[in-house]
């Protein structure tokens, strides 16, 4: 039995009518959502993380209000072209033949590496990962059913026709001829926007994959994929799907129209469409194909912990762009260390006047904001945050608002409440926004750059032989020890509010 959805009604912006609208679900006290993954031919940069951040936050919420949650994300290894549209060449085929690779081992690669970034995010592992080339015959299945009344074929393949839809495009905001020029022309196209449901291996040709079909040996096209996996996994219509904004222009509009197709109704598949927006960086950084490109793991080499990333995409609202800044990423970590240093220190208080280390009232993953307020004595309630925190999250994911509320419970404001319930509230808070502030320590968050040449062992003497010097009014060998560990990359915080004496230089 889950529990009834909490009374905040959730409210979440819906990108096809560019509304918020309160979320209900297809099936009542459940939630199915879809989420675009990640097309495997390459490492996914920080910015791709931002969409599964998000979606993870959104899933969490939803379980936070109660709902039985079934979330899949789709791990595309097969048919996305360099462009989203119709034109280039199968990114996987290509990268492939870059690294002599098979396509098989660099998708089974480039798939490990996005889990051990979803791991080191604290996204919570979906109900499914579907992978793509697991549905290539109920993909066949799917065209066949839509191919005599919505597609054409050409030499390439066969082709969705976009003007045998209601309203194609509705989502961009988009009409079936716009996109001229846009879209790299494919000989005998009816319109700029039609696209391809299956592509014909060229005659002479062989692919590593590919399949027998009606229209010739070849593979599926990219938007196929969500349309049969969704369906085969979530049923028909569900909750939300999402994805990245860039999909609201293409994928998504091309995705609809096939399930308007093929359930021969206007319905568009979800009841709610949800975009993140970017994650930008000026230099160019994030695009793959430049050398050093910004990976989870560069963040990691260069100290940084990757939950001070999770934070970083929390403090913006998911509908805002987001500058990507080594400072920014900076004045994050030290903002988590903040959090983690407040619940050590409540920790401590609870241990002092219980003699009992705290152990939280559920376990992470578990709370939900009934049982919260079933387990709290009344009135606790009327001076706990996490109602407010509700308030926050349920307008629309306001996750900026909703963090606030973290650093009330740890502030002055929360004393009068006793250091279980404000450790309680906190777990309950943190299970939603995933950074984990109740079980880091302090230590974890120090991570050793790559390039760091000095150990911590090996500091804390210097910091302690500086003590010393200080202590003994020798400025001349405190100021040196403090010129040594400056050359080894190694800042001295004298005087730090939290606490944390020294830093290490990242690059
Ligand atoms: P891809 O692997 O290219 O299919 O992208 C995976 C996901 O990342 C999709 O949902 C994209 O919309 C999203 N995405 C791509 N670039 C960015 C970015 N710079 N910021 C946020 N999301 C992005
Ligand atoms: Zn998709």
Request: hydrophobic letters at 40%; aromatic letters at 8%; glycine letters at 6%.
């Amino acid at each position: 039995m889950t529990d009834a959805p909490a009374s905040q009604p959730l409210m979440l912006f819906n990108s096809l009518t560019r509304q918020l609208e309160e979320f209900q679900p297809v099936h009542p006290g459940e939630a199915r959502v879809y989420s675009c993954g990640p097309t495997v031919y390459n490492y996914p940069h920080i910015g791709n993380m931002r969409a599964y951040v998000f979606a993870d936050t959104l899933g969490r919420t939803l379980s936070f209000k109660g709902y039985k949650l079934t979330h899949v994300i789709n791990i595309t290894d097969v048919g996305h072209l360099t462009d989203d549209a119709d034109a280039g060449e199968d990114k996987m085929e290509k990268m492939a033949a870059e690294k002599a690779q098979s396509i098989w081992d660099i998708a089974r690669h480039y798939t490990e590496a996005y889990w051990a970034d979803v791991k080191a995010l604290n996204i919570r592992q979906p109900a499914h990962w579907s992978i793509a080339t697991d549905y290539v015959p109920q993909m066949i299945e799917f065209a066949k059913a839509i191919a005599d009344k919505h597609c054409y074929e050409l030499e390439g393949g066969l082709y969705f026709d976009t003007s045998t839809v209601a309203d194609y495009g509705a989502l961009a905001r988009a009409k079936t001829d716009e996109g001229e020029g846009r879209i790299e022309e494919v000989e005998g196209k009816r319109h700029a926007a039609d696209f391809a449901i299956w592509r014909k291996t060229p005659a002479g040709e062989t692919r590593q994959m590919e399949w027998d079909s009606p229209w010739g040996k070849g593979a599926p096209g990219w938007h196929l994929e969500c349309s049969v996996m969704s369906e085969a996994l979530l049923g028909f219509p569900f909750d939300i799907h999402t994805g990245g904004i860039d999909h609201r222009e293409i994928h998504h509009p091309n995705e609809i129209a096939q399930n308007q197709a093929h359930s021969c109704s206007d319905a568009s598949g979800a009841r709610i469409w949800m975009h993140n927006n970017f994650l930008i960086e000026r230099s160019g950084k994030m695009s793959k194909s430049a050398g050093e490109f910004l990976r989870l793991q560069l963040l990691i080499d260069k100290g940084y912990h990757p939950l001070a990333y999770r934070l970083m995409c929390l403090q913006a609202h998911y509908r805002s762009e987001l500058e990507f800044s080594w400072e920014g990423l900076g004045a994050a970590l030290t903002r988590l260390k903040r959090m983690v240093m407040g619940v050590e220190q409540l920790k401590a208080r609870h241990l002092e006047t219980t003699s009992s280390a705290w152990s939280p009232t559920y376990a992470a993953g578990e709370w939900t904001l009934r049982k919260f307020l079933d387990a709290m004595p009344v009135k606790s309630i009327e001076s706990n945050n996490l109602t407010q925190f509700d308030r926050e999250i349920s307008n629309d994911l306001g996750a900026p608002s909703a963090l606030l509320e973290v650093e009330l419970v740890l502030g002055p404001g929360a004393k009068k409440q006793s250091a279980s319930d404000r450790l309680n509230t906190l777990a309950a808070i943190d299970d939603v926004l995933g950074l984990a502030i109740c079980s880091t320590s302090r230590a974890d968050l120090r991570i050793r750059p790559n390039a760091a040449t000095i150990t911590e062992a090996e500091i804390e003497a210097a910091l302690t032989r500086r003590k010393e010097a200080r202590a003994a009014k020798d400025f001349a060998t405190s100021d040196k020890l403090r010129d040594e560990l400056t050359a080894a990359g190694v800042e001295v915080m004298d005087g730090d509010p939290l606490g944390w004496d020294w830093r290490l230089d990242a690059n």
